[in-house]
């Protein structure tokens, strides 16, 4: 299990635990289930690349504690 | 302030369960954290021993850290600090007592060979007996000045065996790369300055070449061990070297000095090579050899002359056949058909007005029996018997021509279009073929039509005239001018009330030539060309500009008041 922390910059800042073999799909739709919205409408971004959702955490190199950008559309 | 959101395990899996996700087993990844964290220590102690007291010595505790991360990033700063602390950390214990006082050892042969101990330690490990000795490709004042030198093994072809291994310290190979450069910057500039022709003496020629070796970890003048040693020299696995410059010979060359530039010229295709190479030669072009086609084969020649031959032959007895009479007689025949065609041309001009026209009735009388069909057309049988006999009566009586004549006719039964138009049209008139000049017949109804309507009208006006000199008359009143103006006025209207019914009658078919003119709106009259493109543009929706508009219309008034001028003149 990892814990990512996964920040707006406007005010929300969400831990979400999860597997580094979650697809960034299924890493937002937790994501948006804590956060109450619809998970299609939401971009993350690891240092300024857009995570896409077909695409494992770990292979963007997601590990525990890392940081990560939320952007809504 | 960032409201931070966090959810326990127990919620995280229960939202990835309701979203088909797999949930997250905290157990296994807690026992798999454990093993992680066991398997850094475990592969930390061996380090630790190694780096000797050194790090214990900072008192670093890793169980006081639970987070993984945070305790390594700790670690790796410890690390990193106590090596700027002491940097002799991979020196011998004994070694290191020695580096306490490093200051006084500076310029000493012995530090850098401190540094390589180990490494020739451990290579005595490695092979015990063999002892090694090392070529070192630097003089000993290179060293002098620094603590800490790395050798490194010169790289040099797996395949040259013989050659001896050197050991090289890469930052004093570059530094001096680096002055040989400048040098040979300097020596530039000077050369420019100073022309080509001058000499210099580069330093490296200078120095004194000096070898050292290493042996037992420490650093000998080959000078030196070869006084003390020489007879062990063919024990030991030495081999003898003469300290180079660092630098290869092929750098050196590349570097040294001004090498004259070697620029290929291209060679220049010569035109006439290229034109050479294009044209064949002569003997390739395959020659030609020109056939008279003209040129007859004796076979056709021979049938050629016999076809002259039969030619002349019988144009030459066509000729001397034709005797005189013969001539004779076809030149009276002409006449007479000359004759023939004269007399109906005559024939035509009195039947006036006989127009040969392709209308449908023309054609709707050519059948196929026309030719034979000659029995049904009686009249013309008469006509052609008239002419013959008015021919008679005019032409001076003779037994041959009138023999001659009768042949014609004879003839004259089959038809001879050969003959021209006239003839032609006799035969179809014969055929009854012709329509019996019809539109001079219609013509005629028409003429005598109008006369009797002309007749008609004046007979009306002669009625209405008399009328009213009856009524006159009879009142036997004396009227005045006016009143007579005013009769006579109401006379005319009379007649022409009456005639009203015939002057239409009369003007039924009439059709006068038809003179078209074009007028604009204020009347103006316009040639075609000017009327066509009113029309076109008013069809178009479309319209010149105001300035053409103006042109035009200037130009039409031009020419109206010059036609109304030529009209009072």
């Not at chain 2, 326990?8 to 093993?35: C, F, W």
């Not at chain 2, 005595?124 to 060293?143: P, T």
């Not at chain 2, 790369?177 to 080509?196: P, S, T």
């Amino acid at each position: 299990m990892i814990e990512v922390e996964v920040n707006d910059r406007l005010g929300k800042k969400i831990r979400v635990k999860c597997e580094g073999e979650d697809t960034v799909g299924d890493f937002k739709k937790v994501l948006a289930l804590q956060l109450g919205i619809s998970w299609t409408k939401i971009v993350l971004q690891k240092g300024g690349a857009v995570l896409k959702d077909h695409i494992t955490l770990d292979d963007y190199e997601v590990h525990d504690q890392t940081y990560l950008e939320l952007y809504y559309l | 302030m960032a409201h931070e959101i966090s959810l326990s395990l127990e919620e995280t899996n229960k939202l990835r369960l309701s979203l088909g996700l797999k949930p997250i087993n905290a157990k296994a990844d807690d026992k798999k954290d454990v093993s992680r964290t066991q398997g850094k220590e475990n592969k930390r102690e061996p380090n630790d021993k190694s780096e000797g007291a050194g790090a214990d010595s900072h008192g670093y505790e890793r169980s006081a850290f639970i987070d993984d991360k945070v305790s390594k990033l700790r670690w790796n700063l410890k690390r990193a600090k106590s090596k700027i602390s002491s940097p002799v950390t991979l020196v011998d214990e004994d070694d290191a007592a020695d580096g306490q006082d490093w200051l006084t050892s500076v310029g000493t042969r012995k530090k850098p060979k401190r540094t390589l101990d180990k490494v020739y330690e451990e290579q005595e490990e490695a092979s015990q007996d063999v002892e090694l000795g090392m070529k070192i490709s630097h003089r000993m004042s290179d060293f002098s000045g620094r603590r800490n030198v790395i050798l490194t093994l010169q790289e040099a072809s797996v395949d040259a065996e013989d050659k001896e291994d050197v050991l090289v310290d890469e930052g004093v190979t570059q530094d001096l790369q680096q002055a040989k450069r400048l040098e040979l910057k300097r020596m530039n500039q000077d050369r420019k300055r100073k022309g080509v022709g001058a000499n210099f003496v580069s330093e490296n020629e200078d120095q004194e070449a000096t070898s050292l070796r290493l042996v037992n970890g420490k650093i000998v003048d080959e000078e030196t061990l070869t006084l003390q040693q020489e007879p062990e020299a063919s024990q030991d696995n030495r081999i003898k070297a003469s300290i180079e410059p660092s630098a290869s010979e092929d750098e050196e060359r590349q570097t040294t000095d001004f090498a004259p530039i070697k620029i290929k010229k291209r060679k220049k295709l010569k035109s006439s090579s290229l034109s050479q190479k294009r044209s064949r030669p002569v003997s390739q072009i395959p020659k030609v050899t020109l056939v008279n086609e003209d040129a007859e084969d004796p076979a056709e020649e021979e049938l050629q002359g016999f076809l002259k031959i039969r030619k002349s032959r019988s144009s030459k007895a066509d000729s001397s056949e034709r005797s005189a009479e013969q001539i004779a007689i076809e030149a009276r025949k002409e006449a007479l058909e000359r004759k023939e065609r004269a007399t109906k041309v005559a024939n035509v001009k009195i039947s006036q007005e006989m127009v040969l026209d392709e209308n449908s009735v023309f054609l709707h009388n050519l059948k196929k029996d026309l030719i034979s069909n000659k029995s049904s057309s009686h009249k013309f049988e008469k006509l052609n018997l008239k002419a013959p006999a008015s021919d008679e009566a005019q032409s001076v009586p003779g037994s041959k021509a009138t023999d001659e004549r009768a042949s014609v006719f004879e003839k004259k039964d089959e038809p001879q279009f050969h003959e021209g138009l006239a003839s032609t049209l006799s035969f179809l008139k014969e055929r009854n073929v012709l329509p019996q000049q019809p539109k001079a017949s219609t013509a005629s109804l028409r003429s005598k039509d109008l006369e009797l309507l002309a007749l008609k009208q004046k007979l009306e006006t002669r009625k209405v005239k008399e009328k009213f000199k009856e009524e006159l008359s009879q009142d036997k009143i004396q009227y005045s001018r006016e009143e007579l103006d005013r009769i006579e006025e109401l006379q005319h209207q009379e007649i022409a009330k009456r005639n009203q019914s015939l002057q239409k009658e009369r003007l039924a078919g009439y059709n006068p030539e038809v003179k078209l003119t074009y007028k604009d709106e204020r009347g103006n009259e316009l040639t075609t060309k000017e009327a066509y493109k009113q029309l076109s543009q008013a069809f178009h929706g479309t319209h010149s500009n105001r300035r053409k508009l103006t042109k035009a219309q200037r130009k039409v008034e031009q020419r109206n008041q010059q036609n109304q001028h030529e009209n009072f003149m």
